[in-house]
């Protein structure tokens, strides 16, 4: 049975990171924003806190908590800042979950602590120019060489690329075997034929680093494998079934700081001699909001009660990762409303929390992804080819 009340643990957890998140995540927020400003040394004050890897076993450096507590984190960094959550998502999801489910013995050693101490960061190289939804149909080409590959390709929308140190690279070994042939390559990024470069512009996540890879001949020993050959698809998968969770968990957080600058502001703020608060359709804006944040987070966490329980998970994952990411465009949203004008600039956190979270029902899979995975789950009928 799903146990919704926090243990001691967690709750001190949730409370350290409310703390942090207001000391050192929301006062470099906006300017970050501002300035599309990857702000490496608070991505080093979130990983010396513990925040990068957390899922991590203790013993690869991590701190071993479950998925359950892993969301009370991530919310909390989402409140604060969705580039920063961003970092959190992509280290230990993508990256960290794929390499502790599927890297050898030697893998782990090596990069799992470089990772949760901040030491390295990682990127996930699925996406390319080509090839989104449809994540099996790739053109990056692995091809044997001898005691090892050699890797050529293109990557797109790359979280982290431009700082990461490893990047986890998919690349097909043989274009017939389609999903069957993908491999995942875990590749330093200072590998000759390596290169990235920033994409700007971006709607939202302004703060977050955002690039596209170029691999031109990379060669990589046979020690670089992760999984065997033709594990790639599932290694990509699994590292989703982990990656959503924490997109739709940092999404909560986005609802959670949409509803408390709302009520908040509507306190406050002053119109026909009373507070805005005392509006009943004010009033309705906020109801909506704080339903949709408690349904979001109650799906995030049985999600995460299924991945602690071992059970399997991938719809419950997709149900959470689809309602909070459009929960969390909605409540956005909505706060801005409930602004006003001051919504509209920067001096609330709302116009930020709406244009960050309007990647968030695109990447990691879009919302027509995650309906169609729901639907083919409910039906048995495969609705995507
Ligand atoms: N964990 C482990 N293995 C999984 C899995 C999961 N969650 N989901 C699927 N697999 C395995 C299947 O078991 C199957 O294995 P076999 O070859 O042994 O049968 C294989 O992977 C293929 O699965 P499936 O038939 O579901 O693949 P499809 O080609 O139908 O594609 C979708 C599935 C569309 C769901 C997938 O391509 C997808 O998620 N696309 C979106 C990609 C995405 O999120 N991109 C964003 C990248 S990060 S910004």
Request: charged share 25%.
């Amino acid at each position: 049975m799903i146990d919704f009340e926090l243990t001691d643990e967690q709750r001190l957890v949730r409370e350290t990171a409310r703390d942090f998140a207001d000391r050192e995540i929301v006062p470099r927020a906006r300017d970050n924003d501002r300035n599309e400003h990857f702000d490496t040394e608070l991505v080093q004050k979130i990983a010396d806190v513990g925040f990068l890897g957390a899922i991590v076993p203790e013993e690869y450096g991590g701190r071993g908590v479950d998925y359950r507590t892993y969301a009370l984190i991530v919310e909390e960094v989402g409140r604060g800042c969705s580039a920063m959550r961003t970092v959190v998502s992509v280290v230990t999801s993508l990256v960290c979950s794929s390499i502790v489910r599927w890297g050898r013995e030697e893998q782990k050693r090596e990069w799992l602590p470089q990772l949760c101490t901040g030491e390295a960061l990682g990127c996930f190289a699925l996406t390319e120019p080509d090839t989104g939804s449809d994540a099996s149909n790739l053109r990056t080409r692995a091809e044997r060489t001898d005691g090892g590959w050699r890797i050529s390709g293109q990557k797109q929308w790359i979280s982290l690329g431009n700082y990461a140190k490893l990047a986890l690279v998919f690349a097909q070994t043989d274009p017939d075997e389609r999903h069957r042939g993908i491999a995942c390559f875990l590749v330093p990024t200072d590998s000759p034929g390596f290169s990235s470069s920033a994409i700007h512009g971006k709607l939202g996540l302004r703060g977050s680093d955002t690039a596209e890879l170029s691999l031109d001949g990379v060669e990589v020993p046979d020690e670089a494998l992760m999984g065997d050959v033709g594990d790639g698809f599932k290694v990509a998968m699994s590292a989703l079934d982990s990656g959503r969770f924490s997109v739709a968990a940092g999404c909560v957080g986005i609802c959670q700081g949409s509803v408390e600058a709302s009520v908040e502001y509507a306190k406050e703020r002053k119109q026909f001699d009373r507070p805005i608060a005392a509006f009943q359709l004010v009033q309705e804006l906020i109801a909506d909001m704080v339903v949709e944040t408690e349904a979001a987070r109650g799906l995030v966490w049985r999600a995460g009660w299924l991945k602690d329980s071992g059970k399997p998970n991938t719809t419950e994952t997709s149900i959470a990762k689809l309602y909070s990411t459009e929960a969390a465009v909605s409540c956005a949203n909505r706060a801005i409303q409930v602004h006003g004008g001051s919504g509209y600039v920067d001096d609330y956190p709302v116009e930020r929390y709406l244009r960050d979270a309007r990647v968030t029902t695109l990447y990691e899979g879009t919302s027509q992804i995650q309906k169609l995975i729901i639907g083919r789950a409910m039906t048995g009928v495969n609705a995507m080819t």
